[in-house]
């Protein structure tokens, strides 16, 4: 079984930043892949970025390129989303989820743990 815990959402004004982490629990960390996505009230949930088991592949989408980044700490069993020049559309519950496969995957039903989500709010 693996547990994740999200930290580091909160507060921020547009044009700042933000680093989100996810702890995960199990020996077999190393090999999944890990994905952010994040859901606004009223809306589905979506990809934000992603990374294979390797950290060689990795996906973000249109709306946050060039602005977030996803890293892994392998010895800490942390995957961080360093968020810069947020915007007010932005503001939604991130979530961070595990792939037991290893492959990076844009689809929320491909990710077979999740964590319980951190709150983004970006005011303008």
């Known amino acids: 079984q693996v547990q994740l815990v999200e930290s580091g959402g909160g507060l921020v004004q547009a044009g700042g930043s933000l680093r989100l982490s996810c702890a995960a629990s199990?020996?077999?960390?190393?090999?999944?892949?890990m994905g952010w996505f994040r859901q606004a009230p009223g809306k589905e949930r979506e990809i934000v970025a992603a990374m294979d088991w390797s950290g060689s592949s990795t996906y973000y989408a249109d709306f946050v390129k060039g602005r977030f980044t996803i890293s892994r700490d392998r010895v800490k069993n942390t995957v961080f989303l360093q968020m810069n020049s947020l915007k007010p559309e932005d503001t939604a519950v991130y979530y961070c989820?595990?792939?037991?496969?290893?492959?990076?995957?844009?689809?929320?039903?491909?990710?077979?743990?999740w964590g319980q989500g951190t709150q983004v709010t970006v005011s303008s």
């Open positions: 199990g020996r077999t960390f190393s090999t999944y892949a």
């Open positions: 989820a595990a792939r037991t496969t290893g492959r990076a995957s844009v689809r929320t039903y491909d990710y077979d743990y």
